[in-house]
């Protein structure tokens, strides 16, 4: 059943729409399946053993256990009188790796949490697009809305830029055909396949050489923006002594003391999540050539595959950018989009 929930999250389908598939499934909520079990539960059976609810779904699906290794503190408190229980970042974890067998892959796990990071809004039909929170727009790089109604046909189902659709006039119209993306993207990762297929050799020394080029130039960049965040980083903490000392000795007031850590505190505060977010970004171009291999072997996978599918989109695709039309050739967006 864990297979099965992380399967329609690559699908697409959000903890809500999992949860409600679940109950119509008429599967076991996991306490009803441990006292099914035998196993001692400190909680009473629920009236209803199939009442799936969207906390649980989120919970099975941001457990990194299931890929085959133990978390060790997960969570924490400030203190041994504190008793509430605070979530631990990823980084201050402790992931002992292979010490049980895997019910899922860890290219899948991290896919998925990439998936629900771009989480999207939902229509108020209900429906969803397999390209839903993958479809950007190539100017402004704002996300690209899915737009249907119950009174669309198929063909009518659009993305069109946000910003432009929000009225803010911060960018022109992009806009796009659902069937007229599906086609063009299918074409396109057919062509991939095929290609990958037949000169994988080729595909891999051309991709690495195109990797190490642009990772070199832009990890250089982040590296120098990262140690200017962490320069300031410290130097703010060598402000905020000095200025507790003046407090101290008088040389300022409380109110001005306090305005100005205040200040320090919050400017801090974004230093550390910009350099947080930059390091994980330099660590993920170092990654590039490994990222490349996984790659290659899901293409492996799909050789054979007659359609694209929900899953298959996920698996392989990272974002699509729609640019804006030709004017000159005269032809609507739809009939001749530009997928970068």
Not at 83 to 91: D, G, L, M, V
Not at 102 to 112: C, M, N, P, R
Not at 178 to 196: N, Q, S, T
Not at 230 to 251: G, M, Q, T
Request: aromatic fraction near 10%; hydrophobic fraction near 35%; charge should be positive.
């Amino acid at each position: 059943m864990v297979k099965h929930i992380f399967d329609l999250c690559m699908e697409g389908r959000g903890p809500m729409q999992i949860a409600k598939q679940l109950r119509e499934e008429k599967v076991l909520t996991i306490i009803a399946y441990t006292k099914q079990a035998g196993r001692k539960m400190d909680r009473p059976a629920p009236a209803d053993p199939y009442n799936w609810n969207e906390s649980s779904v989120v919970n099975i699906l941001e457990t990194r256990d299931y890929t085959g290794c133990t978390v060790n503190f997960k969570t924490y408190s400030n203190s041994i009188w504190d008793k509430k229980t605070r979530t631990n970042p990823i980084e201050k974890q402790a992931i002992f790796y292979n010490t049980h067998p895997a019910i899922i892959d860890s290219e899948v796990f991290e896919k998925v949490q990439e998936i629900r990071s771009q989480r999207h809004r939902r229509t108020k039909t209900g429906k969803s697009h397999m390209f839903s929170g993958l479809v950007y727009c190539a100017d402004c790089k704002a996300k690209m809305r899915y737009c249907t109604t119950k009174y669309f046909e198929a063909r009518q189902d659009h993305f069109v830029c946000a910003n432009y659709r929000s009225n803010t006039g911060s960018c022109s119209a992009h806009f796009i055909r659902a069937v007229v993306l599906e086609k063009m993207v299918w074409e396109h990762l057919k062509e991939v396949i095929w290609y990958v297929g037949h000169y994988e050799s080729h595909f891999r020394s051309i991709m690495e050489s195109r990797l190490q080029a642009e990772s070199k130039e832009t990890i250089r960049v982040k590296r120098k923006q990262l140690e200017k965040d962490e320069k300031r980083i410290a130097e703010l903490d060598r402000l905020f002594i000095r200025l507790y000392e003046d407090n101290v000795a008088s040389r300022i007031s409380d109110d001005r003391f306090a305005m100005m850590s205040r200040a320090y505190e919050e400017e801090q505060r974004e230093l550390k999540e910009e350099a947080e977010v930059l390091r994980q970004e330099i660590e993920t171009r170092e990654q590039q050539n490994q990222n490349l291999e996984l790659f290659i072997q899901k293409v492996r996978k799909y050789a054979d595959v007659a359609e694209l599918t929900p899953y298959a989109a996920h698996e392989l695709i990272k974002a699509i950018y729609i640019g804006a039309p030709d004017k000159k050739q005269r032809k609507t967006l739809s009939e001749h989009p530009y997928l970068l």
